[in-house]
């Protein structure tokens, strides 16, 4: 059972002087267990097509609908749309507030009912996830841990309401190189258990590295929506709209330029490794 | 010029800074790497006054932050630009939000107005002066931060992470308008990213770990240290990490390699 969003437009402060069109006839499908990139330039619509995804915005034209319950602003599924749509925001440290850690990722399970038990049950499963050692950080305060702690403790925030779908606007955004790799080796790993996952990015490296399709919104409209190397194979289009391909992929289009019989959809630097070892070893 | 000696800083208990020596030659494109933690917006914000330091001295073209009556005069010469753009702009339209600085400083407004001009030129966003800044995109939000700062007339720009919240074009802009600023009115630039890519448009990079500098050098002494820099939680931009994969294979490929195009040249040699 999928999200689904029919024919979905938004405008934002409609009949002012400030009206602005955000999406514009929206139709996508995300399935249980995908891995979905999302990529478009700032303003383009993205954040206000996910916060479609789990009920903060209601559609003004079209639907949307969660495992067949539909985005409405007064059903009564609202609660379980939203627990089953986890949506991380840019900089989720910033929404930190509790003591500890422990009881900060506590909070989402607590609002559900849940007894004791459960709730310490999903608290360790949600630190295992994001690799938080629960004896070592859960009486620490959220707030003496490195960036990249944080944003993994706001994460499992998240993750303890055991969401079917989740989605993150730049998860990565201002981590180092290493702090990005390991959100990134989670996201894949959750994606594995069969977590559906959409990551919003302006990293064409990493939804390269992650997504299996890729989904491309420019000025509220869905332009591209295919497999991550189809979409960039369309390298002057993305340009066009201020977005790029990865960076292994401008290396394999000069090269290709200078005459080099090489092919230029590889994702990876591994894949692209082995591309020009091919070619310059029968050169 | 920027002298750095010997600097400190604690807060908490927590020791931030281990004992910075480092000099800044004008007009000098100077990155600094390091992992998050590593010290490095501590170290940046003591180049303008915003910290103090614990122990040490920092000097900027002479003035001293911790000089009373030379921490104003010093924090001029400064200007800082840091992530969020939308946490820098102020007022409505851009021209307005450029002019904060000066208008602050009581410049008189004939002056300002040239001061504003100039600014928004040297970013690219003169033609944009009148437009509401909520509307612009990130890159160019971000560029309006940097007129701001530059309206102000500093000597020194230091920006922390400027480009991590910007789209792909929004980076190439502010990256772009940085380099034009450094080459072209010889500002001093200190530059902190994450973006390995980035780097590699430095004069000098330094490498901090643990509230020290671990490695300083040019981008090809640093960046050839590809497994050094692993270790520090770092990376290195995709064409040196792919022409040290292919080495290993074999291939002589020179160190110079930085950048896609070089190793493009270096391979269809």
Known sequence: MPIVLQNLSYTYQPGT???????????????????????????????????????????????????????????????????????????????????????????????????????????????????????????????????????????????????????????????????????????????????????????MDDVARLAQRLVVIDQGRIVYDDSVRQVFGKAKELAAMGLDVPEVMKLMMQLKEKGLAVHQDVLTIEEGQDEILRVLSHA | MIEIKDLHYEYENKEALKGIDLTVPDGEFLVILGHNGSGKSTLAKHINGLLLPTAGRVIVNGLDSQKPEEFWPLRQQVGMVFQNPDNQLIATSVEEDTAFGPENLGVEPALIRRQVDEALAGVGMREYKDRAVHLLSGGQKQRVAIAGVMAMRPKVLVLDEPTAMLDPRGRREVMTAVQKLNKEDKITVIYITHMMEEAVAADRIVVMEEGKIVMTGNPQEVFNQVEELKELRLDVPMAVEMAHRLRQQGFALPLSVLTIEELVVALCR
């Open chain 1, 17 to 203: 002087p400030y009206e602005s069109p955000a999406l514009h006839d929206v139709n996508l499908t995300i399935k249980s267990g995908q891995f979905v990139g999302l990529i478009g330039h700032t303003g383009s619509g993205k954040s206000t097509l996910i916060q479609h995804c789990n009920g903060l915005l209601f559609p003004m034209t079209g639907q949307v609908t969660v495992d067949d319950m539909a985005i409405l602003p007064k059903s009564k599924e609202l609660k379980e749309i939203r627990r089953k749509v986890g949506l991380v925001f840019q900089y989720p440290e910033h929404q930190l507030f509790e003591e500890t850690v422990a009881l900060d990722i506590a909070f989402g399970p607590k609002t559900l009912g849940l007894d004791q038990d459960e709730i310490q049950r999903r608290v360790r499963w949600a630190m295992k996830m994001v690799d938080l050692d629960y004896e070592k950080f859960k009486e620490l305060s959220p707030f003496g841990l490195s960036g990249g702690e944080k944003r993994r403790v706001a994460i499992a925030g998240v993750l303890a309401m055991q969401p079917k779908y989740l989605i993150l606007d730049e998860p990565c955004a201002g981590l180092d190189p290493k702090g990005r790799e390991e959100i990134l080796y989670q996201l894949k790993r959750l994606n594995e258990k069969g977590l559906a996952i959409i990551l919003v990015s302006h990293s």
